[in-house]
């Protein structure tokens, strides 16, 4: 089994930060891919950072140049610094992980977090 963890989410001021972490455990082989996801009442679920194996990066624009997504493989784990927050960023965010089981075939797995709410005050 694969499991997800985050930490790191709460209450913070408009232009306040904040640091996400989610730490991947269990019969993992490799890690394709990591990124996070948010989810506002009322809206779909939108890719906020990705982090691909080899150090790509993507964005979506909202949040460019004032997120940063960053790896620690070692420890398999993904962060999210986000700075100059603002009330749009609220929402419950969500760790993904694009992997391979260490299994027989090493079959691909997408996995993802309990989920860390983040609420940004005005």
């Known amino acids: 089994q694969v499991q997800l963890v985050e930490s790191g989410g709460g209450l913070v001021q408009q232009g306040g930060s904040l640091r996400l972490s989610c730490a991947a455990s269990?019969?993992?082989?490799?890690?394709?891919?990591m990124a996070w996801y948010r989810q506002a009442p009322g809206k779909e679920r939108e890719l906020v950072a990705l982090?691909?194996?080899?150090?790509?990066?993507n964005y979506v624009d909202s949040v460019k140049g004032r997120f940063t997504i960053s790896r620690d493989n070692a420890k398999k784990t993904v962060f999210l610094q986000m700075d100059s927050l603002k009330p749009e960023d609220t929402a419950v965010y969500y760790c993904?992980?694009?992997?391979?089981?260490?299994?027989?075939?090493?079959?691909?797995?997408?996995?993802w977090g309990q989920g860390t709410q983040v609420t940004v005050s005005s």
């Open positions: 993904n992980a694009d992997l391979l089981v260490r299994d027989s075939g090493f079959p691909r797995g997408i996995y």
């Open positions: 982090s691909i194996s080899g150090g790509i990066t």
């Open positions: 269990g019969s993992i082989f490799s890690i394709n891919a």
